[in-house]
């Protein structure tokens, strides 16, 4: 298994190859929807381009920001699960909807990662505690109302 910091160092130098990031490409292009992160990122320009320096850039700006957001995602998942709350998925931005990330907006999670944001890189989905309207219910310090009348 590559180590994160080994990930890190491939991508910076030069032209990487991320199946994953070539992946996420093809099914956006196919859809005809880029999410707004991916701004200059929907076609590879020439190589020894400067625009090619540029699309290297942010690809791998998006794939350091990707791995983070990997990395802290199952912590988050843990946290609510150790207050006792259930999550859900949430849609930061108000943008045009995500082709990948629409299906899953408003949805709750489970336990397992497969079911938790980020989807893709450029993601802008993320896990929101789930919060239930108060019950009333008698408090131990409250004494039980007589029933007499």
């Known amino acids: 298994m590559i180590e994160r910091s080994e990930m890190a160092t491939e991508a910076a130098a030069g032209d990487f190859a991320w199946p994953d990031f070539d992946r996420w490409q093809t099914v956006f292009t196919a859809s005809e929807a880029f999410p707004a992160r991916w701004d200059g990122l929907h076609a590879a320009p020439p190589p020894w ?3 090619a ?3 290297q850039r942010r690809k791998r700006e998006l794939f350091s ?3 983070d957001m990997l990395a802290h995602r199952s912590t988050v998942l843990a946290h609510y699960a ?3 709350m259930r999550a859900r998925i949430v ?3 108000a ?3 995500c082709p990948v990330c629409d299906p899953f907006n408003a949805r709750e999670v489970g336990p397992g990662l497969e079911t938790v944001p980020p989807f893709h890189p450029g993601c802008r989905c993320v896990l929101m505690a789930v919060h239930t309207a108060p019950t009333r219910g ?3 310090y409250e004494r039980p109302r007589s029933r007499a009348r």
Request: proline share 10%; glycine share 14%; aromatic share 10%.
């Open 49 to 51: 381009t400067p625009e």
């Open 95 to 97: 943008g045009p909807a």
């Open 91 to 93: 849609r930061q931005d």
């Open 53 to 55: 320096e540029g699309y």
């Open 138 to 140: 008698r408090r131990a």
């Open 82 to 84: 150790r207050q006792g």
């Open 65 to 67: 920001e990707w791995l």
